[in-house]
């Protein structure tokens, strides 16, 4: 369940996505952003990416060796926690948090507030945190290994309780149930988070799918990978295909609804878009521009151009137009790139008819394909990887006019 008072996360529960994969478009982040703060990944225990998730209290962070809470500019730290190696995911549940596992094969439960460890357990060796409900736990164990095993843990006593060797990790979850692909993201299998059990499944692969046409798709037909493809909304499962479709379910008996061919393609010569589902809407994004489409009518709601005003900023860093992931708000769009370029544009034109664009720029940055920037409420995050230097940026964007300064205080229950 969502924190207390947390107003302004995206994705309540933990540092990949929320468990249905939703994101919530909030307001905020007006550009230009500010930058504020950089949290290194050398520690004196090692070097590590950082593992990061912001909450009211601050910024949770996970790196080689320590477990810790900066405040949300990551100027200070607040408490940290010596940990015998690097624990790779962060989960947020109630006033605490469950961070873990590793290659110690450990979950802690830290209070949010002092750092204290209120529990830890065991698990499979080598094993990290896929997903989860309110019940249960999924890891891949072990590690690294093509033929790791799918583990369902009890989340109160962290023991097993099932396991699957023919699944990807990649899964979203609704109620006690578990939405998980194969490994060829071609089938989607609706499981029992309490006994593993397949309650339903169905192949894309089908030729069903292929809209009565004489031959095969010219690619193999799947779900689209690393980002946000598979989502519950309501009485409806959406499935983003790699041909520009969006496959409807039932979420109980796994029957298809509706197969719809958005038209949505990047212009010539650029990169598919990449995308992020709301309630109401799939936003795709591309080098050059974004696309609102409203899987309730399944129609196009939107679109804004903006070559003129970014291909400048790819040119000045002589950067491949590839963006790698994207966050939204109200007022932006706000996106990664493979040259190190972390690049925002305002989704409405001033008075003038131009539109606001920002760019940071981290040279020789390694940025990796699909690792969300995360935002709270002013604050954005962003994850450098690196031969050079590895760690945290965060940045600060400008509240709406008639909105609040400041962060939300823990003070109802969502």
Same mark, same amino acid.
């Given at each position: ?15 990949? +996505?929320?468990?249905d ?18 949290l290194?990944?050398?520690?004196? +225990?090692?070097? /590590?990416?950082?593992?990061? @998730? ?15 809470? %900066? ?16 624990l ?37 060796? =080598? ?11 999924? $890891? ?17 006593? *962290?023991?097993?309780?099932?396991? %699957?060797?023919?699944? /990807? ?9 578990? @939405? ?21 499944? $169905? ?7 292929w ?23 309501? &009485? ?6 790699n041909?520009?479709?969006?496959c409807?379910?039932?979420?109980e ?13 990047a ?11 709301? &309630?109401?809407?799939? *936003? ?7 696309? !609102?489409f ?5 129609? !196009?709601? /939107?679109?804004?151009? +903006? ?17 790698? #992931? *994207?966050?939204?708000? #109200? ?44 935002a *709270?409420?002013?604050?954005?995050? +962003? /994850?450098?990887?690196?031969?050079? =230097?590895?760690?945290? %940026? ?21």
């Amino acid at each position: 369940m969502p924190k207390k008072g947390a107003t302004d996360r995206v994705w309540p529960e933990w540092d990949l +996505f929320s468990r249905d994969r939703l994101f919530q478009v909030k307001a905020g982040l007006v550009l230009p952003l500010e930058r504020r703060g950089f949290l290194t990944g050398e520690t004196a +225990f090692g070097r /590590s990416a950082v593992r990061h @998730l912001p909450v009211d209290e601050g910024v949770l962070t996970s790196r080689q060796g320590i477990v810790a809470l %900066h405040s949300h500019d990551l100027t200070r730290e607040l408490w940290r926690v010596e940990v015998p190696d690097w624990l790779d995911r962060i989960i947020c549940e109630g006033d605490t948090a469950l961070v873990g596992a590793d290659r110690q094969a450990e979950i802690l439960r830290i209070d949010f507030r002092t750092g204290a460890i209120a529990a830890r357990a065991k698990t499979p060796e =080598k094993s990290v945190i896929v997903g989860f409900t309110a019940k249960t736990l999924l $890891v891949l164990a072990p590690l690294g290994r093509a033929s790791g095993e799918l583990v369902a843990i009890d989340r109160e006593s *962290f023991a097993p309780i099932w396991k %699957h060797t023919a699944l /990807s990790p990649q899964n979203t979850s609704f109620g006690e149930r578990y @939405l998980i692909q194969d490994k060829l993201a071609t089938i989607l299998r609706c499981l029992d988070a309490g006994t593993g059990e397949v309650l339903w499944h $169905v192949d894309l692969s089908e030729s069903r799918f292929w809209e009565k046409r004489q031959a095969p798709p010219p690619e193999p037909l799947k779900i689209v990978q690393g980002y946000p493809s598979v989502v519950v909304v309501g &009485d409806r499962v959406l499935v983003v295909l790699n041909d520009a479709r969006v496959c409807v379910l039932d979420p109980e008996s796994g029957e298809v609804l509706d197969i719809v061919r958005t038209g949505i393609e990047a212009p010539r010569g650029v990169v598919r878009p990449m995308h992020l589902i709301t &309630d109401t809407s799939i *936003f795709y994004l591309h080098a050059f521009g974004m696309v !609102e489409f409203d899987h309730r009518s399944m129609k !196009e709601a /939107s679109r804004i151009e +903006f070559r003129k005003e970014v291909e400048p900023h790819y040119a000045k860093v002589r950067g491949i137009p590839y963006p790698c #992931a *994207f966050w939204l708000s #109200a007022e932006s769009v706000i996106w990664t790139n493979l040259s190190g370029l972390l690049i925002g544009i305002s989704r409405e034109p001033g008075k003038d008819g131009s539109r606001t664009v920002w760019a940071d720029w981290m040279p020789g940055a390694l940025v990796p394909i699909a690792q969300f920037p995360l935002a *709270f409420g002013e604050y954005i995050y +962003f /994850s450098e990887y690196g031969e050079k =230097k590895v760690g945290l %940026h965060c940045y600060r964007g400008r509240r709406p006019p008639g909105q609040p300064s400041g962060l939300p205080s823990r003070s109802s229950t969502s």
